[in-house]
């Protein structure tokens, strides 16, 4: 991530937990797809102000965050199974298929680059190994001309109000395993998608 970008969620920590109120209903669906699976390796890119660490009931959890005010925050959940650094998604300094499972909770549309994101995703992912991926997605309704009109405000808060995951050419070395939607009018999706 850029250093601009750096700086702001870590201004932007102190708010944090006004944003995190309205996304846990969404990251409470993922908790419980997670929990179901075997223990195994689990990264988590973007752990933000860690709010949710508490929910993972297995595996040996790695956090990575770029943002050191975000990690301080989340260093107050850490438990003997969770590791937390400070570390660039876009630029792992982990070996090659390290992880079982890895998560992109809010991250992929707020990223810089969500290529290099997906491309390190997949390098450190085990074969057959699962991604999960929580995020807005631009419908194909009228709520995307919505999406369209805030492109120019989203800006200023490093996001992209309009975002379409099958716009990422990275993403087709993954297949799409299951599709979760949070009703009809939501905005957010919990996609799940296997290392091919």
């Not at 390290?98 to 992929?108: G, K, M, P």
């Amino acid at each position: 991530m850029s250093k601009q970008t750096d700086n702001f969620y870590n201004h932007f920590s102190f708010f944090y937990p006004v944003v995190d109120l309205f996304l846990k209903p969404q990251k409470h669906k993922l908790f419980q797809e997670i929990n179901k699976l075997p223990d195994g390796q689990l990264l988590e890119i973007g752990v933000g102000n860690g709010s949710h660490l508490k929910l993972y009931k297995k595996h040996q959890v790695t956090g990575v965050d770029t943002s050191f005010s975000m990690l301080n925050i989340a260093k107050k959940q850490q438990t003997a199974h969770i590791q937390l650094l400070q570390m660039n998604g876009e630029a792992l300094l982990f070996p090659d298929q390290t992880f079982d499972y890895i998560i992109l909770s809010h991250v992929i549309a707020v990223v810089d680059a969500p290529e290099k994101v997906l491309a390190e995703t997949y390098r450190v992912l085990k074969p057959n190994g699962q991604i999960f991926i929580l995020n807005h997605f631009t419908p194909n309704n009228w709520l995307r001309h919505i999406d369209k009109a805030f492109q120019l405000f989203s800006k200023a808060f490093h996001f992209k109000s309009e975002f379409h995951i099958n716009s990422l050419t990275t993403i087709k070395k993954f297949r799409l395993l299951r599709e979760i939607s949070f009703g009809q009018f939501s905005y957010f999706k919990l996609l799940i998608y296997k290392k091919a």
